[in-house]
């Protein structure tokens, strides 16, 4: 038999560690409790800070070849000056990209390039009788704005972990929503009689300084992004900077064919949606004037502007379920093939002012936003997956260059070209045309080269 003290002393000791299990496990739900609360804390600042950033850009820049028409200036000279932003874009960005990642001071160069950008793209209203002078500010605008979307997204999708990443877009529905609130508030701004567009530019300058208060607040420090990119470096074999040979990363990063065919799928979804930003709303302007309702074509332009949020939002808010189900390359080609659509549906309205014309304005612009959130998400998180991570702020700018650089000056010039020899209707439909019989294409040679592929 057992002895009656070592019984009670055994039954003691049980206790206790059962006590001690208990407390463990309480203070271990705790922790997590408080490092799950800490990081929605720290996801809902991400969120409101792509809400007024994106809400401080949607307050003028859509509207700036409205202003410089009201100052005056030709058609001729919009369409240069609309020419240096995606121009200057495509020189500037991969340059910024480049000195986040060598320096790691991604917070100073994004908040700089920032407020720089502001006060340029501000002093464009006291230029407004001086066109050389109105084409320098812009060009330094757009020299600084080129670093600013890139490198959020590269600072946000990099402190994101594999699986938090694919909320990436949950994020950044945020700043659709900032820029489709912003845009049309603006535009019955500048429908209103009462208004100008110098209640643009106040408005601009107040929200970009909440947007840079957010930045300081929500991005994370420079010695944290220099320490994470020492350890990844690490990671990957090399020692530091001085160490990294930056001419073959780059040759590495060009060479991978799947990096190159994500880069031409955004530089020819950036052509084709330029060719439609700078031309649709014309088409519609005109269709209004031509039927005597350009008294309504402000607030009808906004309830547009209203579906292509949605639109954008409602994609933002699933891309990471989609990605999950076809892979980010299956969105970026279902995106693809969704592009000759808006094209159909743009050009397809016909010459009245009824009803299925306004129901076909307003799936394009739908559409039109969905495919640039579908495809810039999926692109931004397999890029950042696949490149090197001392390099991904530069291939995050490269891509933005693709996008806003050469696909926005390509798009513009054709676009420009095509609508003048044959009309904006028959341009989009030899568009969509053209990138219906570019797909057929595509997937014939795929088909052809996997039927002649070693089994």
């Given at each position: 038999m057992c002895c009656p003290v070592a019984a009670k002393q055994t039954g003691r000791a049980d206790t206790a560690d059962m006590l001690t299990k208990r407390a463990a496990h309480q203070a271990n739900n705790a922790s997590e409790t408080t490092m799950e609360k800490t990081k929605q804390s720290s996801l809902?600042?991400?969120?409101?800070?792509?809400?007024?950033?994106?809400?401080?850009?949607?307050?003028?820049?859509?509207?700036?070849?409205?202003?410089?028409?009201s100052c005056g200036f030709t058609h001729e000279e919009i369409g240069r000056l609309?020419?240096?932003?995606?121009?200057?874009?495509?020189?500037?960005?991969?340059?910024?990209?480049?000195?986040s990642d060598r320096t790691?001071?991604?917070?100073?160069?994004?908040?700089?390039t920032f407020v720089i950008?502001?006060?340029?793209?501000?002093?464009?209203?006291?230029?407004?009788?001086?066109?050389?002078?109105?084409?320098?500010a812009?060009?330094?605008?757009?020299?600084?704005?080129?670093?600013?979307?890139?490198?959020?997204?590269?600072?946000?999708?990099?402190?994101?972990?594999?699986?938090?990443?694919?909320?990436?877009?949950?994020l950044r529905l945020w700043g659709e929503l900032g820029n489709g609130i912003s845009s049309t508030l603006m535009m019955n701004v500048c429908s209103n009689e009462a208004y100008g567009f110098e209640h643009l530019f106040v408005v601009h300058g107040i929200t970009t300084a909440v947007a840079v208060v957010f930045m300081l607040l929500c991005t994370p420090s420079n010695q944290h992004n220099q320490n994470q990119a020492k350890q990844e470096t690490k990671a990957n074999g090399s020692c530091n900077n001085d160490t990294i040979d930056w001419r073959r990363s780059l040759l590495d990063v060009f060479t991978n064919a799947e990096i190159a065919s994500i880069l031409g799928a955004v530089a020819v979804t950036g052509c084709s949606i330029s060719v439609l930003e700078n031309f649709?709303?014309?088409?519609?302007?005109s269709l209004y004037k031509a039927h005597g309702q350009e008294n309504v074509l402000g607030q009808e332009i906004s309830m547009y502007r209203v579906f292509h949020t949605c639109g954008g939002m409602l994609t933002w808010?699933?891309?990471?379920?989609?990605?999950?189900?076809?892979g980010p390359s299956g969105v970026i080609i279902a995106s693809l093939c969704c592009v000759p659509l808006i094209f159909f549906l743009y050009a397809g309205v016909g010459d009245g002012l009824d009803v299925r014309t306004k129901i076909g304005f307003t799936m394009a612009e739908a559409t039109r936003s969905a495919i640039f959130a579908a495809m810039w998400s999926s692109a931004t998180i397999r890029v950042n997956m696949i490149c090197p991570p001392h390099m991904t702020a530069v291939l995050q700018a490269i891509m933005d260059a693709s996008y806003?650089?050469?696909?926005?000056?390509?798009?513009?010039?054709v676009g420009g070209f095509l609508c003048k020899k044959i009309g904006i209707a028959n341009t989009f439909t030899l568009i969509g045309k053209g990138f219906v019989s570019l797909l057929c294409g595509a997937l014939f040679l795929s088909s052809l080269v996997k039927s002649n592929a070693p089994k």
């Open positions: 809902n600042k991400i969120r409101l800070l792509y809400f007024f950033f994106r809400f401080s850009t949607g307050s003028l820049i859509p509207f700036m070849p409205l202003f410089m028409s609309q020419a240096i932003r995606p121009i200057v874009t495509m020189i500037s960005a991969p340059f910024w990209g480049g000195l790691g001071k991604k917070k100073l160069i994004l908040i700089s950008s502001a006060i340029c793209r501000l002093c464009c209203a006291f230029f407004k009788d001086d066109m050389q002078h109105f084409a320098m812009l060009c330094l605008s757009s020299v600084f704005y080129a670093a600013v979307t890139c490198l959020l997204d590269n600072i946000v999708v990099s402190s994101l972990n594999s699986k938090e990443r694919l909320n990436f877009g949950k649709s709303y014309i088409n519609i302007k808010y699933y891309s990471g379920t989609w990605q999950k189900k076809l806003r650089g050469v696909g926005s000056t390509v798009g513009a010039y």
